[in-house]
Structure formats: C-alpha cells, structure tokens
C-alpha cells in the first residue's frame, strides 16, 4: 500500500510568536516535551517496521520541530529506510542545518516558511542558500500580508532560480484583483491559495491514501475532519480505509485541498506533494 501520513504529536512550543498565526501557541513544560517525544518514537518505531508498505510522512507540529533534536533524529533515521518514499516537516528554520549531513537527501524534504519581523532576513537566507548547497529539497514561503509584499519580493530576487517560493493566502484578508496579482507574480499558483476550494461532497484522497495521525495514533482522514478512523497502532485505521467524499463545506488549507482529486494537483505537484514543490521547479533544478 502506498500511504501517505500527516503527523501531529502534542507539540505546541514555538520559537516565533508571529501575530497573524491561527495558532494559540504556548510553551511546553518539560513534562509536555517528554510525552511529544515518546510519542514521536512511537510513531517513528511503527514506521520503520512497516516494510509492506510505501509511506510519505509530513510533519505538521503545532509548533516549531527542528528545534527539538527528537524530530531532527526521527527525519533524519526515517529518510534513510528503503520503504520511506518521502519524509518532510513544515519549519520556520530556525534550526541549525549541520544535522543534515546525517539524513538521505533523495529523501529528506523541508517547507520552509519565512516570517519577518521573527528572524533577521539575513540568517534566513543564509540557511536557505546552505541547504541548496547540501543538496536538500525544500521549498520557501511567505503569508501573504501586505506588508510582506516587499519581504516577498526581495526573497524571490534572492533565493536559487530553482527554489519554488509560494504564497499563503493569509487567513481572514481579502485580496482584490490587483494585490491577489502582485502576489501571483511571485507564485503563478498563487490563485489556489486565495479563494477557500468547495469540497463537500468531493471526492479527496484522505481517508483513502492519505491519513492523519496524532500523537496517541489516532487515525482520521486529514487534521480538519474530527471523525476517527481507528487506530494506528492497533492497526484498526485500515478497515476504514476507502474512498470517500468531504463532509466540510470547503477547505482553504494547502495540506488539505492539495489531496482533493478535483483539483490538479497532484499533477502539479507531482514528486513534491508533501514540501510543496512543483513538477516544473524540480525539472529545472534536476
């Protein structure tokens, strides 16, 4: 079975505190990181044994990852297991980068996400360049505020030729024709992102091919849809495994309209769902 898997264990903490976040975010008590980190090695444990299956991971964490040295270890032993086609996490980079030396690039992938006003855009970019150097897939991204445009703009005209930059549609803000086409010029894919997509009633491959996964192994068809599945560790997810259609009015989050099978982009994607990564952007930097 080729599966693809969303993984969010109970870590919240962040690094940044960035105002237009939909996120509460706190931070963790010791007790709290012991627990994301158990679950976390759990999750990584079933993972590795299950060799009759071709797994896709994304880690989505409430809060930033690659600041725990737990999530840099899982991705890194994960990206090396031969039944692991693709193993990726959403990061604001923030982290350092020479734990990549240890991880399989044909495997490892990173989404970056750029936030101004939390990082110096200098180290940003710097980071940026060292993991085109290492050879790492990754993508970069901006939400698209106005006050960002500029950020945005400097990026673009900054990063590799090869690096996909995308934009987010920020959450609540309408976007008249003339700034939603400041913004697609920076990322022609930009319209997918600025209108929510009707999905009830649609047929999408989460809960089929793709699942989501919290840090007790609850199983449900993606993060936005409460209904569970099952168990992942008990193995009772798979008997609910099938085609299905969105019970949700719409969906206006990229890791969730990316997998509804009215939209092309799978073929857009393909090769690169999971980091966000065009098909045409990596032919170019092949």
Not at 3 to 27: E, I, N, Q, V, W
Not at 45 to 65: M, N, R
Not at 108 to 116: Q, R, V
Request: hydrophobic share 35%; net charge neutral.
């Amino acid at each position: 079975m080729d599966l693809t898997l969303l993984y969010r264990g109970p870590l919240a903490s962040c690094d940044y505190d960035c105002p237009y976040c939909p996120f509460a975010k706190r931070r963790d008590t010791p007790a709290q990181l012991r627990a994301d980190r158990q679950a976390l090695d759990r999750f990584t444990t079933w993972a590795t044994h299950q060799t009759d299956d071709t797994l896709s991971i994304l880690f989505t964490p409430w809060g930033e990852g690659l600041v725990r040295s737990w999530y840099r270890r899982a991705l890194a032993d994960l990206s090396h297991l031969p039944h692991v086609r693709r193993v990726a996490i959403q990061t604001n980079l923030s982290c350092r980068t020479d734990w990549l030396t240890e991880a399989d690039p044909a495997t490892l992938a990173l989404w970056c996400t750029y936030h101004p006003g939390q990082t110096p855009y200098d180290r940003f970019l710097t980071k940026c360049r060292d993991l085109a150097a290492k050879g790492i897939r990754h993508s970069v991204g901006v939400v698209g505020l106005p006050d960002h445009l500029d950020h945005a703009r400097r990026l673009r005209a900054d990063l590799p030729g090869h690096v996909y930059l995308w934009i987010n549609a920020a959450e609540g803000h309408t976007y008249d024709d003339a700034s939603a086409a400041d913004w697609t010029a920076l990322d022609p894919l930009f319209p997918y992102s600025r209108h929510p997509h009707r999905s009830a009633g649609l047929p999408c491959r989460t809960g089929e091919s793709v699942i989501s996964v919290d840090g007790e192994g609850t199983v449900r068809r993606c993060h936005f849809v409460k209904a569970e599945l099952g168990n992942l560790y008990d193995g009772s997810y798979r008997e609910a495994l099938k085609p299905r259609a969105c019970p949700l009015a719409a969906c206006d989050c990229h890791i969730g309209y990316v997998h509804l099978e009215t939209l092309p982009l799978y073929d857009v994607f393909a090769g690169g769902v999971l980091e966000r990564i065009p098909t045409a952007v990596a032919r170019a930097a092949g």
